[in-house]
């Protein structure tokens, strides 16, 4: 009995979770692997969708940050696309305020621009990136300190 106890709360808090999160499970891209690179801080998964070649020189990524993940400030020397899936996440260029992003919303990052993006403190944020290999790799800087992330929420 007192193990049917535990597994329902057990179940609860798992469903309770997930509404808390506010993502879906049946999204387009399944969110691949965990990353293990020291330039995300928190948690987050990467299904690289498409690797860039030598004719389409375009890498395309599906990012799912758990809440309060975010990446190191960094900038791409030829500019990022990110397409915003679900949930609700930050993009912060140097020098401007955060932008909110929610499904459906778009962002033109230009070439060589510092910036981050990650999910909002407790919901989960989902985007495809697009990103420009043509130019050279992705230069990453520093943390996205928490005075900086909690700043103007
Ligand atoms: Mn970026």
């Given at each position: 009995m007192k193990n049917i106890i535990i597994t329902a709360m057990a179940v609860a808090l798992l469903f309770g979770c997930k509404e808390q999160t506010g993502v879906k499970e049946d999204l387009i891209f399944s969110k691949g692997e965990k990353i293990t690179s020291?330039?995300?801080?928190g948690i987050a998964w990467l299904n690289n969708l498409v690797q860039a070649d030598s004719i389409n020189q375009n890498a395309v990524g599906s990012v799912t940050f758990e809440p309060g993940a975010r990446t190191k400030w960094h900038s791409h020397p030829a500019g990022q696309i990110i397409l915003a899936l679900d949930g609700l996440g930050y993009y912060q260029e140097k020098g401007s305020s955060k932008v909110i992003l929610k499904k459906g919303d778009v962002v033109k990052c230009p070439p060589n621009t510092p910036h981050w993006h990650g999910a909002s403190a407790d919901t989960t944020f989902v985007q495809v990136a697009i990103t420009g290999r043509e130019k050279g790799e992705t230069v990453w800087l520093e943390e996205v300190a928490d005075e900086e992330y909690y700043s103007g929420i």
């Open positions: 020291d330039n995300f801080t």
